[in-house]
């Protein structure tokens, strides 16, 4: 095998790992992601697996960064595809729910699961955590400030009360989702959003009625 | 020591160790509630010790009911003496908010830690949790039907959406206030429920203006 096909398989197991890893963390919190139990979960072998991570922490800040490629992936670029304004808030609102509709992931959000576990430990895991959050929120507000911009919303909307309160309403589904509500929780989400947005919006008929 | 004296001092040592397991609990997660390390914090000999828990599923279980008994007092109760109806709805909301802004619990909530820990492991913890949770959201609605009855709500209100929002806006704050938003998290959440109440409340002039 050529330097470079060593290389891509390399990559690849690489990625494999962090799928799992990403996965087994969205379940059981990133605390427990042993690098002996992810080996004997991917069937990557122990050298494989230590040519990659020499520590639990490395592994912890890569399965970060995967979790906030794929929410990139799956909620940020669908999004975009929905017209800048109005409707690109709520497209990114829907795609996150369609996230955690199709159980993407098994135990429904990564970053949920990480952050609860980590809000209260000191270190690069919850800093990198925290960044990823801010960057997360920090997405909302623009794009609500790009409809304010565009006269899809009032000018009197503070970008980061209205970005907050997409958020919450959406993370929230996870939780009661899975403990008690059942798929209503998407439901409601969905229409809280909605027909706070449609309220706000001087041309409502830009939003789906219901 | 009479026998009731014994059993008062028994009573007062559970009740030590369950106000400190609910502490840690909220920090580090029920799951790192080891009966050794607990007795280690509280300064319960051993013997004491495993005279209430004999094992760490029935501290895990009581933790929750002191978690529960806590809340009621703490969030529930304060709610209690404001007016019945979108006062009081309010008043709910505010007391939680004060729950987390005096940092009642060093972890900031009991249940959000654990629910995001226990959502995923059938059993009688996560039982336990979820009933506890559903009771929460079944007594916003009662309220929010109340304040319906009393015509403070529109008819149009369904309390089951109304409620996940107001529990949503209120549990982020978790979240929020410790990761990155801090302090201002709790005004996004309090905004957020007033606004939204004020604006379908035929009578705006019961809540505070802002």
Chains 1, 2 share one sequence.
Do not use: N
């Not at 072998?45 to 990139?72: I, T």
């Not at 430990?121 to 565009?150: C, N, S």
């Not at 919303?153 to 939780?175: F, H, N, R, T």
């Amino acid at each position: 095998m050529t330097q470079d096909g060593r290389r891509l398989r390399g990559l690849r197991s690489r990625e494999t790992i962090l799928r799992q890893a990403v996965g087994l963390a969205s379940v059981e919190g990133l605390d427990g992601l042993s690098l002996g139990r992810l080996a004997a979960a991917t069937g990557v072998s122990k050298s494989g697996f230590f040519a990659h991570w020499q520590d639990k922490e490395q592994l912890q800040l890569d399965a970060v960064e995967w979790a906030a490629r794929q929410w990139a992936e799956r909620v940020v670029e669908p999004a975009r595809r929905a017209p800048a304004g109005v409707r690109r808030v709520f497209a990114l609102h829907e795609a996150r729910l369609t996230f955690y509709g199709d159980a993407t992931l098994p135990g429904g959000c990564f970053f949920f699961a990480a952050q609860a576990e980590f809000d209260d430990r000191p270190g690069a895991v919850r800093d990198r955590l925290a960044r990823a959050m801010r960057d997360w929120q920090e997405y909302i507000r623009r794009m609500v400030a790009e409809a304010v911009t565009l006269g899809e919303l009032p000018e009197s909307v503070d970008p980061a009360q209205l970005a907050y309160e997409i958020d919450a309403l959406g993370e929230m589904v996870i939780i009661h989702s899975r403990l008690h509500d059942g798929p209503a929780a998407l439901l409601y989400a969905r229409r809280a959003v909605l027909q706070r947005l449609r309220a706000l919006c001087p041309d409502p008929a830009l939003l789906p009625e219901d």
